[in-house]
Structure formats: C-alpha cells, structure tokens
C-alpha cells in the first residue's frame, strides 16, 4: 500500500496498543515502524529487474520482523526510558506495526515474500488497490479522533481508534468478497469460450472496490476489460492485445525472462519495442517516473525490416494496456537472433488527463469497456 496508508495503519496499531499510556508518543512510533519495511525501495540490488522483484522480500518476512522486532523495540524503549510504559509493551507495538504492514500488502497484487526464508512465493490477493482512500480514510479519522479525545475522554479515544480499525478491517474483508464475486463471473463467462481454460487475474481499478479490471491470458496474447458492481449484469466484455511469447524461446533459461514470469504469475506480455520509446538509464520509481524526474534513452533502435531491436516483458498486474506500470527490456535482436541483455525499465507511457473520466465512465457503464472485437461497449440510457 501506499506510505500514507502504512503511517496511519502503524498509527492507528500504536495508539491501540499504548495510546492511553503513551500518548501521541504511541501513535508516532506506531507510524514510524510501520513505515521501516517500505525503505527497502532505497537498496539497489544491481538492476532494475532485481529492484523490481526484491522489493517486499525480507523486509516484509514476519520471521524477519519477528527477529528484528526485539532489536528495534529496545531502540524505542531506551529513547523512551523516562515514560510509563515497559520494554514487552514497546516491543508489541514494533512487532504489530511491522507485521500488519507486510500483511496488508499482501492484499495488493505487487507480491509480498511474507514466509521467507522457507518459501520466497510472492503472496499477492490482488483485492485492494494501492491506493483506496476507503481503507484508508477510517484509520486516519479514528487516529485523529483518539488524540484529540486523549485528554477528555480516553476511553472515547480508544473507542474512536478502534473503530477506524475495525472499518478498514472489514474493507478489507469487502474487497476480498467482491473480487471473488467478479472472479465467478469471469470464470462461468470463459467456461463456454474458446480461452475458457485461460488463466484469470481479477484486480481493482484505481482508488476503489467497485470497478474491477479482468485479464485473460491465452497462448498468443490476452484479454482485458473491465466490471461494475454497480451495474453487476452479469455481462464481461474484454479486448484483446497481442504479445509474442515465442521471442523468448532461445531464452527460457535466461535468470531475468525466468524471474519476471515467476514474479507475475504468468500474467506478462511479451512484444518489441517501437521506435522512439524510452527506457530509464537505471532503475526508476514509478513516482519518479509520474513526475519525469528519470533519465531515459532510446530504447530500442529500428532493424531492417522495420522492427524494434529489443524485447520487452511487461507485467500486466499493474495499470492497464497502453499504460502498464511495469515493463523491461530482458533481449535485443542481433545477427538474426534474439540475444539476452542487461535489463533496462521501460519509461511508463503518460496517463492522458482524462484518465479518471474514463474510469468513472467505465464504473457507471458509460464508454468503452472493451469488447471481444475491441470495438466500444453499447453506451446505456443516462450515458452522454
């Protein structure tokens, strides 16, 4: 989840486990842990394709964490000394503001590595988006409550925290509900259909739990569209989008194709960059990129036939087609083959300024939610 998100969560533990003896003290070193695992962003493991993989690795581990918690609590309680509260109860707010953390993110599709080291599986449930203010708005307005109240009414402030607590909670529990519901009808849908043995990834749309984003993989491509719980017909129109999986058959064996397809499940598309695209000279933050702040080059140069020389997997958890956040070159064409290169990340395309238009359209049932033809949806009454 996003930092503010993960600072209001480790708040909003802090002031349950200590606010009455600690105060904003609670809250702020609640924010603090609950913030730690996400620094891992500022380790650079060689190239972005690590970078890419590594991130939520050990940090977000709860055998990690439970390791580290006794360590940082100690930090804490030594700073703390001259307050009410004891070592056992710092090191339970440590130990629950790191864990919910790495809990919660496994609620995202990115991939938490949760059961390191016995298993690094990136646990990804895919039910709640990055950002969902619907999660986070709760856990902000209970925190801020608690503190106001503290002084008063503590045990109103306790209430108050609680609550924001329990709503995210029970979001959280929403979501995972909704997207089995959409996942149903995806499935019943492509039963009958010629990809009816494809796999399934069901995911949120930006910022919230009712429109949900639908993608179906089959052998020379997938489809994508999207669903709306507040129509909920029943009805699932995608698009399909080529890729060309067979750019990677001299490459199987190759460490960065082999932990891309490993990483996304086996949702990536595979295609050849076009002419004029850019990739990032080195690894780059999705925020840097939104803001342009990374360096980029050419990143592929045409070939005879009018072809881009290099190779590019995207992950196609994350955004949506034309705009997938995460995508990188793994190969480039030489001599006739298709050779194995050092990884470099493909720039984000930018979202056009009417990005959450067309979101808000595709919620109501207003505009193009894709087709099996890729032709736009019928508009239904109300739509302009």
Known sequence: MDSLTQIALGAAVGTAVLGRKAGPRAALWGAVCGTLPDLDVLLSHGD???????????????????LAAPVIAGIVAWIERRGPARYREWLLLVWLSLVTHALLDAFTVYGTQLLLPFSDYPVGVGSIFIIDPLYTVPLVVGVAVALLLRGRNPAGAARW????????????????????????IANRA??????????????????????????????AGYHEGHYSLLRDDGVLNLERHPSDPRLLASLRQDWNVRRLAWFTKGFYSVREAAAGEKAATASASTAGQLLGLVETAEASLPTPDGRGSAVVVSDLRMGETPWLVFSFIVAEHRNGRVVPVAPRQMTMPRVPPDAF?????????????????GEAALRPRGCS
């Not at 029970?170 to 996942?183: I, K, S």
């Not at 990834?201 to 919230?208: D, E, W």
């Open 48 to 66: 972005p394709v690590r970078d890419f993989t590594l991130h939520r690795a050990e940090s977000h581990a709860l055998f990690w964490q439970t």
């Open 161 to 184: 925290n609680a609550a924001g607590l329990v709503a995210s909670t029970a979001y959280l529990a929403w979501t995972v509900a909704a997207q089995a519901h959409v996942e149903g």
């Open 190 to 219: 492509f039963a009958s259909a010629s990809f009816g043995e494809g796999r399934v990834l069901v995911t949120p749309a930006p910022l919230n739990s009712l429109l949900w984003r639908v993608v179906v993989m089959d052998d």
């Open 357 to 373: 238009v067309r979101l808000w359209e595709r919620l109501v049932g207003c505009g193009d939610t894709g087709s099996p033809q």
